[in-house]
T-cell receptor
Framework: NAGVTQTPKFRVLKTGQSMTLLCAQD?????MYWYRQDPGMGLRLIHY???????AKGEVPDGYNVSRLKKQNFLLGLESAAPSQTSVYFC?????????????FGPGTRLTVL | GQNIDQPTEMTATEGAIVQINCTYQ??????LFWYQQHAGEAPTFLSY??LDGLEEKGRFSSFLSRSKGYSYLLLKELQMKDSASYLC??????????WGAGTKLIIKP
């Protein structure tokens, strides 16, 4: 069991470039989440998904898009990167819908936008 | 608005006891989590409280008072490996996690 994996681990982009972050989980979890973590701030929810084919906006969705074409994968896209999107991005998954189950996190992607 | 407050940083001595506090104001309450996050790593689950009282798990204990909007994480017999950030998160009425900024715990020999 790999748990939750994320690719890439590190990336440097120039302003205006685009990229996709991939999250994969092998625990058959329904819920998946994308967070960003910035110094001095709590984890902030970008988008989430309650199941295959569904997505919803979180607290800070602007500038990001997501897709959940397969249950095990959750993709986060940046269409036109901005320096304000420099952050550490974490993907997480949870077993059941609308529950208080523990969220399992991937190792994170460290993104720098110049 | 929703708010989670934790101290930014705490320092303690190896072998001692430390208590990390968390106060919250959220729209609804469906439980409170504590996570541990070592520098450069992902958060990992420590504890979950939904009823008032103390939950003990080895060297770590977590307490909840819903009427006071208050929780604490108690770490006993501190070890150097406990140096990490400790994140408090509340499950709101929409079953979303609202996260505190975390408390960085520094352990000194």
């Amino acid at each position: 069991n790999a748990g939750v994996t994320q690719t890439p681990k590190f990336r440097v982009l120039k302003t205006g470039q685009s990229m996709t972050l991939l999250c994969a989980q092998d625990m058959n979890h329904e819920y998946m989440y994308w967070y960003r973590q910035d110094p001095g701030m709590g984890l902030r929810l970008i988008h989430y998904s309650v199941g295959e084919g569904t997505t919803a906006k979180g607290e800070v969705p602007d500038g990001y898009n997501v897709s959940r074409l397969k249950k095990q994968n959750f993709l986060l896209g940046l269409e036109s990167a901005a320096p304000s999107q420099t952050s550490v991005y974490f993907c997480a998954s949870t077993q059941t819908v609308g529950s208080t189950d523990t969220q399992y996190f991937g190792p994170g992607t460290r993104l720098t936008v110049l | 608005g929703q708010n989670i407050d934790q101290p930014t940083e705490m320092t303690a001595t190896e072998g001692a006891i430390v208590q990390i506090n968390c106060t919250y104001q959220t729209s609804g309450f469906n439980g409170l989590f504590w996570y541990q996050q070592h520098a450069g790593e992902a958060p990992t689950f420590l504890s979950y409280n939904v009823l008032d009282g103390l939950e003990e798990k080895g060297r770590f204990s977590s307490f909840l008072s819903r009427s006071k909007g208050y929780s604490y994480l108690l770490l006993k017999e501190l070890q150097m490996k406990d140096s990490a950030s400790y994140l408090c998160a509340v499950v709101d009425s929409n079953y979303q996690l609202i996260w505190g900024a975390g408390t960085k715990l520094i352990i000194k020999p």
